[in-house]
Protein backbone atom coordinates (compact mmCIF):
# COMPACT_ATOMS: atom_id res chain seq x y z
CA UNK A 1 0.00 0.00 0.00
CA UNK A 2 1.48 3.27 -1.50
CA UNK A 3 0.15 6.40 0.55
CA UNK A 4 0.08 9.70 -1.99
CA UNK A 5 -1.89 11.93 0.45
CA UNK A 6 2.33 13.70 0.85
CA UNK A 7 2.84 13.17 -2.29
CA UNK A 8 2.65 16.94 -4.50
CA UNK A 9 5.13 16.02 -7.35
CA UNK A 10 2.79 14.90 -10.34
CA UNK A 11 5.97 15.50 -13.03
CA UNK A 12 5.28 11.81 -13.89
CA UNK A 13 1.89 12.55 -15.28
CA UNK A 14 1.32 15.43 -18.02
CA UNK A 15 -1.93 16.63 -17.51
CA UNK A 16 -1.83 18.69 -20.29
CA UNK A 17 -1.87 15.53 -22.80
CA UNK A 18 -5.38 15.17 -22.03
CA UNK A 19 -6.53 18.51 -23.75
CA UNK A 20 -8.38 21.35 -22.62
CA UNK A 21 -11.82 21.81 -20.72
CA UNK A 22 -14.77 22.19 -22.51
CA UNK A 23 -17.89 23.69 -21.32
CA UNK A 24 -20.88 21.77 -23.47
CA UNK A 25 -23.78 23.44 -21.19
CA UNK A 26 -25.60 24.13 -17.99
CA UNK A 27 -28.15 22.90 -16.85
CA UNK A 28 -31.24 23.91 -14.60
CA UNK A 29 -30.99 20.57 -12.72
CA UNK A 30 -29.00 18.98 -10.51
CA UNK A 31 -26.85 16.51 -11.99
CA UNK A 32 -25.75 13.91 -9.84
CA UNK A 33 -23.90 11.88 -12.12
CA UNK A 34 -23.00 11.34 -15.52
CA UNK A 35 -21.21 8.58 -17.66
CA UNK A 36 -19.64 8.30 -21.24
CA UNK A 37 -20.16 5.86 -23.66
CA UNK A 38 -17.44 3.74 -25.28
CA UNK A 39 -16.74 5.57 -28.19
CA UNK A 40 -16.84 8.93 -26.82
CA UNK A 41 -20.15 10.48 -28.58
CA UNK A 42 -22.41 10.37 -26.07
CA UNK A 43 -22.98 11.21 -22.45
CA UNK A 44 -25.62 10.15 -19.61
CA UNK A 45 -26.85 12.28 -17.15
CA UNK A 46 -28.42 11.33 -14.39
CA UNK A 47 -30.31 14.61 -12.78
CA UNK A 48 -33.18 14.88 -9.55
CA UNK A 49 -35.79 14.33 -11.78
CA UNK A 50 -34.53 11.39 -14.61
CA UNK A 51 -32.10 10.64 -17.18
CA UNK A 52 -31.08 12.68 -20.04
CA UNK A 53 -28.39 11.48 -23.23
CA UNK A 54 -26.14 14.29 -24.60
CA UNK A 55 -25.26 14.00 -28.17
CA UNK A 56 -21.76 15.18 -27.99
CA UNK A 57 -21.27 15.30 -31.90
CA UNK A 58 -24.85 17.72 -32.26
CA UNK A 59 -24.20 19.16 -29.02
CA UNK A 60 -27.93 18.11 -28.16
CA UNK A 61 -30.02 17.00 -25.32
CA UNK A 62 -32.86 14.16 -25.38
CA UNK A 63 -34.84 13.13 -22.15
CA UNK A 64 -34.04 9.30 -21.83
CA UNK A 65 -36.55 8.41 -18.87
CA UNK A 66 -38.28 10.44 -16.31
CA UNK A 67 -39.33 9.88 -12.39
CA UNK A 68 -39.56 11.43 -9.32
CA UNK A 69 -36.42 9.86 -7.56
CA UNK A 70 -32.69 11.00 -8.26
CA UNK A 71 -30.83 9.36 -10.34
CA UNK A 72 -27.52 8.80 -8.11
CA UNK A 73 -25.78 6.36 -10.64
CA UNK A 74 -24.90 5.59 -14.03
CA UNK A 75 -23.16 3.15 -16.74
CA UNK A 76 -23.31 2.33 -20.47
CA UNK A 77 -23.54 -1.16 -21.17
CA UNK A 78 -20.44 -1.69 -23.42
CA UNK A 79 -22.35 -2.17 -26.69
CA UNK A 80 -23.78 1.34 -26.44
CA UNK A 81 -27.09 0.87 -26.93
CA UNK A 82 -28.41 0.46 -22.75
CA UNK A 83 -27.70 2.50 -20.08
CA UNK A 84 -27.99 1.69 -16.69
CA UNK A 85 -29.62 4.19 -14.49
CA UNK A 86 -29.57 3.53 -10.45
CA UNK A 87 -32.22 5.65 -8.46
CA UNK A 88 -32.37 6.77 -4.87
CA UNK A 89 -35.61 4.78 -4.69
CA UNK A 90 -33.51 1.39 -5.35
CA UNK A 91 -34.83 1.14 -8.69
CA UNK A 92 -32.58 0.18 -11.88
CA UNK A 93 -33.62 1.18 -14.73
CA UNK A 94 -32.50 -0.38 -18.32
CA UNK A 95 -32.79 2.17 -21.21
CA UNK A 96 -32.53 1.67 -24.79
CA UNK A 97 -31.08 4.61 -26.47
CA UNK A 98 -31.94 3.81 -29.98
CA UNK A 99 -35.05 4.49 -29.22
CA UNK A 100 -36.67 7.74 -30.34
CA UNK A 101 -36.86 10.54 -27.96
CA UNK A 102 -37.48 14.34 -28.39
CA UNK A 103 -34.10 16.15 -28.57
CA UNK A 104 -33.19 19.78 -27.46
CA UNK A 105 -30.62 22.15 -28.21
CA UNK A 106 -27.85 22.74 -26.30
CA UNK A 107 -27.72 26.15 -27.38
CA UNK A 108 -23.61 25.97 -28.01
CA UNK A 109 -22.76 27.46 -31.29
CA UNK A 110 -19.07 26.57 -30.45
CA UNK A 111 -17.11 25.14 -27.48
CA UNK A 112 -17.18 27.72 -24.02
CA UNK A 113 -18.60 30.35 -25.82
CA UNK A 114 -22.50 29.94 -24.40
CA UNK A 115 -24.12 30.23 -21.12
CA UNK A 116 -27.33 29.75 -21.12
CA UNK A 117 -29.21 27.13 -19.33
CA UNK A 118 -30.48 24.06 -20.83
CA UNK A 119 -33.84 22.92 -19.43
CA UNK A 120 -34.69 19.15 -18.89
CA UNK A 121 -37.56 18.54 -20.20
CA UNK A 122 -40.86 19.07 -18.08
CA UNK A 123 -42.69 15.85 -16.47
CA UNK A 124 -45.10 15.65 -18.35
CA UNK A 125 -43.09 14.20 -21.16
CA UNK A 126 -41.55 10.67 -20.46
CA UNK A 127 -40.43 8.08 -22.64
CA UNK A 128 -42.00 5.19 -24.00
CA UNK A 129 -41.46 2.98 -20.65
CA UNK A 130 -42.97 -0.16 -22.16
CA UNK A 131 -40.93 -0.19 -25.38
CA UNK A 132 -37.35 1.52 -24.35
CA UNK A 133 -37.04 0.60 -20.13
CA UNK A 134 -36.66 -2.32 -17.76
CA UNK A 135 -36.28 -2.03 -13.89
CA UNK A 136 -35.13 -4.25 -11.17
CA UNK A 137 -34.97 -3.24 -7.49
CA UNK A 138 -32.71 -3.17 -4.72
CA UNK A 139 -33.13 -2.73 -0.91
CA UNK A 140 -31.90 0.83 -1.05
CA UNK A 141 -30.66 3.74 -3.08
CA UNK A 142 -28.32 2.74 -5.54
CA UNK A 143 -24.81 4.19 -5.49
CA UNK A 144 -22.69 2.48 -8.02
CA UNK A 145 -23.54 -0.01 -11.38
CA UNK A 146 -20.48 -1.45 -13.60
CA UNK A 147 -21.48 -3.19 -16.67
CA UNK A 148 -19.63 -6.51 -17.60
CA UNK A 149 -17.74 -6.29 -21.29
CA UNK A 150 -17.11 -10.79 -20.84
CA UNK A 151 -21.31 -10.70 -21.16
CA UNK A 152 -23.72 -8.07 -22.19
CA UNK A 153 -26.49 -8.87 -20.01
CA UNK A 154 -24.47 -9.00 -16.49
CA UNK A 155 -23.89 -6.34 -14.83
CA UNK A 156 -22.55 -5.41 -10.72
CA UNK A 157 -25.09 -2.98 -8.41
CA UNK A 158 -24.33 -1.62 -5.19
CA UNK A 159 -26.93 0.11 -2.86
CA UNK A 160 -26.63 2.18 -0.03
CA UNK A 161 -27.57 -0.44 2.71
CA UNK A 162 -24.61 -2.39 2.12
CA UNK A 163 -25.86 -4.46 -0.59
CA UNK A 164 -23.69 -6.09 -3.65
CA UNK A 165 -25.33 -8.40 -6.27
CA UNK A 166 -24.70 -9.60 -9.92
CA UNK A 167 -27.73 -9.41 -12.74
CA UNK A 168 -28.73 -10.70 -15.22
CA UNK A 169 -30.94 -8.42 -17.60
CA UNK A 170 -32.22 -11.48 -19.27
CA UNK A 171 -33.88 -12.62 -16.06
CA UNK A 172 -34.59 -9.33 -13.87
CA UNK A 173 -38.30 -11.20 -13.02
CA UNK A 174 -36.38 -13.50 -10.85
CA UNK A 175 -33.77 -11.14 -9.04
CA UNK A 176 -30.23 -11.04 -8.83
CA UNK A 177 -28.49 -14.21 -9.96
CA UNK A 178 -25.40 -13.35 -7.43
CA UNK A 179 -24.91 -11.35 -4.01
CA UNK A 180 -21.79 -10.38 -2.32
CA UNK A 181 -21.94 -10.29 1.66
CA UNK A 182 -20.11 -8.47 4.23
CA UNK A 183 -19.97 -4.82 2.80
CA UNK A 184 -20.93 -1.75 5.60
CA UNK A 185 -22.59 1.27 4.16
CA UNK A 186 -25.59 3.02 5.52
CA UNK A 187 -25.56 6.20 3.37
CA UNK A 188 -22.22 6.75 1.65
CA UNK A 189 -22.18 7.21 -2.17
CA UNK A 190 -19.00 4.30 -2.79
CA UNK A 191 -17.97 2.94 -5.62
CA UNK A 192 -17.39 -0.57 -6.91
CA UNK A 193 -14.48 -1.52 -9.24
CA UNK A 194 -13.73 -4.83 -11.51
CA UNK A 195 -10.41 -5.74 -11.99
CA UNK A 196 -9.16 -6.02 -15.98
CA UNK A 197 -10.24 -9.92 -16.07
CA UNK A 198 -13.70 -9.20 -14.60
CA UNK A 199 -12.96 -11.99 -12.12
CA UNK A 200 -12.52 -10.10 -9.13
CA UNK A 201 -14.88 -6.87 -7.34
CA UNK A 202 -13.42 -4.24 -4.95
CA UNK A 203 -15.47 -1.87 -3.00
CA UNK A 204 -13.70 -0.13 -0.19
CA UNK A 205 -16.74 -0.11 3.11
CA UNK A 206 -17.41 3.07 5.88
CA UNK A 207 -15.50 0.76 8.01
CA UNK A 208 -12.42 1.91 6.05
CA UNK A 209 -11.92 -1.79 5.27
CA UNK A 210 -11.18 -3.28 1.71
CA UNK A 211 -12.90 -5.89 0.39
CA UNK A 212 -12.51 -8.37 -2.00
CA UNK A 213 -14.88 -10.76 -3.73
CA UNK A 214 -15.06 -13.70 -6.34
CA UNK A 215 -17.53 -12.35 -8.90
CA UNK A 216 -18.44 -16.02 -9.66
CA UNK A 217 -18.73 -17.59 -6.93
CA UNK A 218 -19.44 -14.62 -4.34
CA UNK A 219 -16.55 -15.65 -1.92
CA UNK A 220 -14.91 -12.45 0.37
CA UNK A 221 -10.69 -13.59 -1.19
CA UNK A 222 -9.59 -10.58 0.53
CA UNK A 223 -10.24 -8.17 3.74
CA UNK A 224 -8.28 -5.52 5.46
CA UNK A 225 -8.57 -2.28 6.93
CA UNK A 226 -6.37 -0.24 5.31
CA UNK A 227 -6.56 3.54 6.44
CA UNK A 228 -8.58 5.68 8.32
CA UNK A 229 -10.84 6.80 5.18
CA UNK A 230 -13.65 6.26 3.26
CA UNK A 231 -12.28 5.30 -0.40
CA UNK A 232 -14.94 7.52 -2.28
CA UNK A 233 -13.19 6.54 -5.84
CA UNK A 234 -11.68 3.23 -6.97
CA UNK A 235 -10.03 2.66 -10.06
CA UNK A 236 -8.65 -1.06 -11.58
CA UNK A 237 -6.22 -0.08 -14.34
CA UNK A 238 -6.12 -2.37 -17.35
CA UNK A 239 -2.69 -4.22 -17.11
CA UNK A 240 0.23 -2.67 -18.68
CA UNK A 241 -1.28 0.98 -18.63
CA UNK A 242 1.46 1.80 -16.26
CA UNK A 243 2.03 5.79 -15.11
CA UNK A 244 5.49 5.27 -15.28
CA UNK A 245 7.50 2.02 -15.35
CA UNK A 246 10.68 3.46 -13.60
CA UNK A 247 8.95 4.75 -11.03
CA UNK A 248 6.72 2.90 -7.35
CA UNK A 249 3.85 2.55 -9.43
CA UNK A 250 5.34 -0.41 -11.89
CA UNK A 251 2.15 -2.72 -12.35
CA UNK A 252 4.86 -5.86 -13.38
CA UNK A 253 2.79 -7.38 -9.97
CA UNK A 254 0.03 -9.88 -10.07
CA UNK A 255 -2.99 -6.77 -9.59
CA UNK A 256 -3.33 -2.86 -8.78
CA UNK A 257 -5.72 -0.83 -8.24
CA UNK A 258 -6.04 2.96 -7.08
CA UNK A 259 -8.08 4.49 -4.13
CA UNK A 260 -9.05 7.97 -3.51
CA UNK A 261 -10.53 9.41 -0.65
CA UNK A 262 -10.68 12.97 0.79
CA UNK A 263 -7.36 12.37 2.76
CA UNK A 264 -5.77 11.29 -0.45
CA UNK A 265 -4.58 8.45 -3.26
CA UNK A 266 -3.64 5.33 -1.67
CA UNK A 267 -2.54 2.15 -4.74
CA UNK A 268 -2.67 -1.10 -3.36
CA UNK A 269 -1.49 -3.86 -5.42
CA UNK A 270 -0.85 -7.99 -4.71
CA UNK A 271 3.03 -9.41 -4.90
Not at 239 to 267: C, I, K, P, Q, T
Request: glycine content about 8%; hydrophobic content about 40%; some cysteine.
Amino acid sequence: MIDLSLTTDLAMVSLNAYGKIERLGSYNRTVWTADCSSDGTQVALGANNGAALLNLEKRSLSWMYHCKSDVLSQQFMHSGNVVLCGLRNGSIVAIDVRQRHRNFPTGLASPGTARRTVPMLPATHQADKAKSTRAISMSSAVCSLVALSSDENYFLGSSMDGSIKLFDLRLIQKGAVQSYVGHVNSHTHLPLAVDPSETLLMSGGEDSTVRIWSIKTGEQVFEKRVADTLFTALCWPESGLDVDRSSLFDLRHSWGAWMGSRDGLYYMHGT
